[in-house]
């Protein structure tokens, strides 16, 4: 009995040291985690934002330059004759300063191409969005598509040619190559595994890391960070085709175009898992030392307790000659020793007036 008693006493002492120590380390990591965690995934939907904003704001710039060049050419003389022979050398200028530019063309309000740049035979444009967009009223017209006299993905901008009066006499267009504007987005990098890109109105590609991607501009509607967008969230986390786990964040270009940044959730929270480990190995860590601090504590504890039990025992048996240990001290368990000391010595006396007694 008594040694169940002991193991017991010597067990839930241990246990409570351990729960004593451990429980507010466990809870410090676990809010700490928690504290790594929100500030890690801000920082990381932070960087893909500001990369976003940064490639958004080169696109929009671009295409504002492209547009003011085209209101200030559309307003010469030569623009509003809408006679190729005195348009063409303007047109020529166009694509003479603006390397990006292939083409530079006029087209009438019925879609028939007028002045070109390149002096190729004319041809019908009235079939275009860009054409459409700016004989519906708009200030200007745009569509990515892929080029008639280029064969290659191209991005067309128009804007109308107005008389004195404000009638509409035609259409200025420019084509131009997709190198200007992509080279940014497709050479950024984030980190190992992050990319750009960026699509049209549609879902179909501007500007893709992958060069066959942008040349067959690969439509990606069904991409899990531009579904995301359509439901309000610039900020999405999802697995693609192959099982990884990306983190994205999708905005919009002033066009309606729409720019994805996105980076493999892996990568992109590894502070998350190196700062979960390093706390791991200090919990376990701190266990070990814990439960060698704990029992020893609790064996110097228990000791003492245990050699004052087996006192107590033997006065039971009658052996009332023992030394007990423990009475310079100044704790409890001094003060345990001291009670029995009293007691072997009451005990003693008691038996000595018997024994007189007797005599």
């Not at 246990?15 to 507010?24: N, R, S």
């Not at 390397?99 to 004319?122: C, E, H, M, Q, V």
């Not at 502070?271 to 791991?280: F, G, P, R, T, V």
């Amino acid at each position: 009995m008594a040694t169940k008693a002991k193991f017991g006493i010597s067990q839930k002492l241990l246990l409570t040291l351990l729960v004593v120590a451990l429980v507010p380390l466990v809870s410090i990591w676990f809010i700490s985690y928690q504290s790594i965690t929100g500030l890690t995934e801000e920082k990381v939907n932070q960087e893909l934002a500001a990369i976003n904003n940064n490639l958004i704001t080169h696109v929009d710039d671009w295409v504002d330059m492209n547009q003011r060049m085209l209101l200030q050419n559309a307003s010469l003389n030569e623009m509003r004759s809408m006679q190729s022979r005195l348009q063409n050398s303007a047109l020529e200028t166009i694509t003479k300063y603006y390397d990006w530019a292939y083409l530079a063309f006029t087209i009438d309000p019925k879609g028939n191409n007028i002045g070109r740049s390149d002096g190729k035979k004319t041809k019908y444009y009235g079939d275009r969005t860009y054409f459409k967009q700016v004989v519906e009223g708009k200030q200007f017209g745009q569509q990515i598509l892929i080029g008639k006299t280029s064969g290659k993905p191209a991005m067309v901008l128009s804007t109308g040619i107005f008389d004195s009066g404000g009638k509409l006499k035609g259409v200025l267009a420019q084509a131009m190559t997709l190198t200007e504007l992509s080279g940014k987005i497709v050479s950024n990098r984030i980190g190992e595994t992050g990319f750009t890109f960026l699509v049209d109105e549609k879902g179909e590609v501007i500007a893709h890391p992958n060069a066959e991607t942008t040349r067959s501009r690969v439509d990606l509607s069904k991409h899990q960070a531009l579904k995301a967008l359509t439901q309000g969230q610039s900020t999405s986390v999802f697995e693609d085709f192959n099982g990884n786990k990306i983190v994205a964040v999708a905005q919009k270009t002033a066009q309606g175009w729409t720019m994805v940044s996105q980076q493999n959730y892996a990568e992109a929270y590894q502070l998350i898992k190196a700062e979960n480990q390093k706390a791991l190995y200090l919990l376990i860590a701190t266990l070990i030392i814990v439960c060698i601090i704990a029992v020893y504590v609790s064996r110097s504890l228990t000791a003492p307790i245990r050699d004052l039990t087996e006192v107590a025992d033997k006065y039971s048996q009658g052996q009332l000659d023992l030394k007990i240990t423990g009475l310079d001290r100044s704790d409890e368990i001094g003060q345990l020793s001291q009670a029995i000391e009293r007691l072997g010595t009451s005990i003693r006396m008691a038996i000595t007036r018997l024994q007189k007694k007797k005599s």
